[in-house]
C-alpha cells in the first residue's frame, strides 16, 4: 500500500532536516536516549502496567472513529479482535489509519516518500501535545505543515514525569496525533485543515534491536495544509467584512460538526489557538481533544454546561440517556465568547446592526441552536452581498462626483482611514459607487476615490479614497470619482 511505503532513507532525511534545523528538538533527543537507559535498569512494574493501561485507552479512544459508519455502525474490524488478545499489538491501529485512508473518498495520499528530500523548515507553532513546521516539498515545490509529538511540551513532561519511560511516553503522546488524523480523514470541510497525507516512518528503527518495545517507537507526522497561526490582534485591526469571514467560517464549521459522519463533535479545547487562516478563511486544525460523546445523563441537573460566567442546563433525553445537544451547545457558547464578542459587532455596517445584535444575543444566552445561527449568519451575508442593507443611502449623493472612466490617479495624496485594507492610504470595501460617494462625503480629507477593479471575497469593490492627486493617467480597467467643487450659492 503506498501511504504505508516507507523507505528508509525518507524517514532518515526527515529525521535530519528536522533534527538539523531544530536544535531544540536534537537536545531533546539525545536527553531521550539518556533517560531511556537510566530507565531500563530501575524496573518499575507498577508504573510499566500503569502506562500500558493508558496507552491501552488511548488506543480504543481511536478505533470506533475509525468505522465508514460512525459510532453507531457495524463494528469496525479492530473489534473482532478477541478480547482477551495482548494489546502490544499496538501497531494495529497503524495499520486501520492506513486503511482507512486506502477506502475513504478522498485518500490522503501524500506517504513518507513524499517526505523525502524536503527543504526548509520554519516553526509554525507549537502546543501541549504538538510542534508544528512548514516545509516546501521537492516535487510539487508546495509548502505544507508537518505536524509531530512535540518532545519539550507539558503532555511528553507530564508523562516522563509519571511513568519515567521516554519511548512509552512518546507513544502515548503519538496516540494523540493518530486520534487526529483519523478525524482529519473522516471530517472533511471547508473550515477544518486539510490533511495531505502521514506517515508512521519509523525514526527509531536503529534500536528495533531493544526487545519488545520497538515495535510502535517510529515517528508519527501528520503532512496538513499550510496556514497561519490564528492572529486575534492583527484580526482586530482588520475591517469587518474579514472578522465577519472568520465567524462564519467558524459557525458553518459548528453546524457541520453538530451533525458529522462521527455523530455531534465537541471541541473540548475550544481556544483560537486551534485555528489557523488560509487566505483569510479559519480552519480548526488542533482536532486531538474533539469528542464524540454526549454526556450521559439521569436528570436534567446532570446536563450543566459551566462556563466562567454562564452556566447553562440542558434537557436530558430520558429516552437516550444523554444530553441533549450539549455538545453542539457547548460549541455554540465558545464561538460566542471567544469569536463572536470580539469580532463580530465593532464596526458593523450600520444596516446590519440589528441583526448583528440579535445574533449577539441569542448566542450569549444559548436560545438558538446552531440551525438558526447559521441562519442568521446567511442572511446576513445576503444582505451584505446584495447590497440591500444600503437601501436607505441618499441616491443622489453620486452626483456630487464626476466620474472618469479608463482613468488612474497618480502622484496621489493619501489619508488614512480606520480599519482600512492598506495601512498607507485608505482602501475600505463598498456595494457600488454610491455607497463610496457616502464614505467620501463623510470623510473631511477626501476629494476623491477609485476602483481598480479588485474585490474583496463576498464581491464587493475596493475602493481607494485620497486627499488629492497631482494628474490622471490612463488605465484601461479603473474609474475615478472626484468631488465637483460646492456650487455657490
Ligand atoms: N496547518 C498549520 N499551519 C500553520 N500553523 C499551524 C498548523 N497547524 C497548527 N499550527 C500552529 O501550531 C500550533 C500547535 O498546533 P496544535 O495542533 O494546536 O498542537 P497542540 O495539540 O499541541 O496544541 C497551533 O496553535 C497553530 O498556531
Ligand atoms: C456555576 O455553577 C457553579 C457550580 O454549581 C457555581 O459555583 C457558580 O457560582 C455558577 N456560576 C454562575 C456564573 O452562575
Ligand atoms: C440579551 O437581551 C436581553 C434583553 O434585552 C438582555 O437582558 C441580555 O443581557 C442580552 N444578553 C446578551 C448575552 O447580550
Ligand atoms: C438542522 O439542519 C439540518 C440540515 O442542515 C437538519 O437535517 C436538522 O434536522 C436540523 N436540526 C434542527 C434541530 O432543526
Ligand atoms: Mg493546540
Redesign the pocket.
Known sequence: MRVMGSPLCAAALLALVVISVLLSLLLGSLQLGARRRLSASGSADARGSALRHQLNERRKEIIPLLSPFGRDGPPPAASQRRPGEPTSGAAAPRDEISAASGRGSAPDEMGCGSLAGVRTVDVLGSGYTKLVVKVVLPRTDQPVALKFVNEQGNDMEKCLQDFQDPRGCHELVSYKIKKEIVLLQRLKHPNIIELRGHCMGDAGRDERGEEGAGKEGGRVTAILEQGNPFQMIQLLQSPWEERFRVCLGLVRLLHFLSRSPLGSVALLDFQPRQFVTVSGELKLTDLDDASVEEPACRADADC?L?FP???FTLPCSETLGVCQRLNEKRNLYNAYRYFFTYLLPHQAPPGLTHLVDHIMNTTGELRADINQTMEAFEHVLLLYKSGLHLDNLSPSIIRDYTVMRGMATSGNVEYRCWLSYSHQGCVLSVHNAQEAAFICSSHSQCTSFSFSGQRTWTGRLLASFRSSFSHLVPDGTSEVYLKKAKPSV
Open positions: 450543566v459551566h460566567r454562564r452556566n
